[in-house]
């Protein structure tokens, strides 16, 4: 593949991923007008139109939905080229500072062991924050959030996926009984997870796929991953709350079990400068291969 089009494709990906032309210039460090010239070559050089925009919006043409697959992976396969190349003969040091929520930092530290085994100069500093910041604010290296990318200038992974399940305590269910329809979560006491303000609506997806918005009267609202847990733990309701929590707390069990809420995608956000960090880049590829192989094997 010639230089040029590979630089091509990956200014073709940001302005999907930014989600606009100036948005992919801002992330790439490049002139508004050369990101524009660069996704015209390739259009004219394939011979259809992979954008459509307006002054307003702009979405994937059926010609560019099957490059964007194609082009990502080329991308993410010279990343790991490069990230490579780089580490080639050298040893990683320095620290990476992250954000990680409270339900994600178990699994994380998994991850990042062998990298760490592998780099004894490489360090960690690690702030567990339930609430989503953004990395150059926060002077943070990386961010692990859930959900959407609000920050256009900013560099997205996708690592895996969080499951919200209805989740009860041995001891709650010994005292009150497991509910048996969604619509008995009205009447019992419910225990949230509150980070942008209180939820009176739980909308659950059954075993049809058909969606039901359940109204709770909660009692117990914390904004702390942890805390979620403990509360659960205590026997003080029923929660909506992450699938993991079932392998961190082995006295909770999961209710209703053929409805569950939201399916929610986890990110490794960075400012375009963490490109040009080999040990920012070596701890989100570590991040997203082996929490793609357990998603897989899941």
Known sequence: ?????????????????????????????????????????????????????????????????????????????????????????????GTVRLSVPSV???????????????????????????????????????????????????????????????????????????PESPEELGARATVHFRVRGPSTTWTLTGPSGEQRAVPVHGRVHVDDGRGMMDALNSGLGIGLSSERLLHAAPNLRRILPEWSGMRIPVFAIYPPSGQRSPRVLAVVQALQERLESAEDQS
């Open 104 to 178: 994600l930092t178990a699994d994380m530290f998994v991850c990042l062991a062998p990298l760490l085994e592998e780099h004894p100069e490489l360090r960690l500093q690690v702030s567990v924050n339930d609430i989503p910041v953004n990395p150059v604010s926060a002077n943070v290296d990386v961010v692990i959030i859930g959900g959407g990318l609000s920050d256009s200038t900013l560099i997205a992974r996708r690592l895996t996926h969080v499951q919200f399940v209805l989740l009860a305590s041995q001891e709650y269910l010994r005292r009150h009984g497991a």
């Open 1 to 93: 593949m010639r230089l040029e089009s590979l630089e091509e494709l990956r200014v073709f990906a940001q302005i999907v991923e930014s989600g606009s032309l100036s948005g992919a210039a801002r992330a790439l460090g490049l002139p508004a007008n050369t990101v524009g010239r660069r996704l015209s070559a390739l259009e004219d050089r394939l011979g259809c139109t992979l954008l459509h925009r307006t002054t307003r919006s702009q979405s994937l043409s059926e010609p560019g939905q099957v490059l964007l697959g194609r082009a990502q992976s080329i991308l993410e396969q010279v990343e790991a080229a490069e990230l490579a190349l780089m580490q080639e003969g050298q040893s990683l040091a």
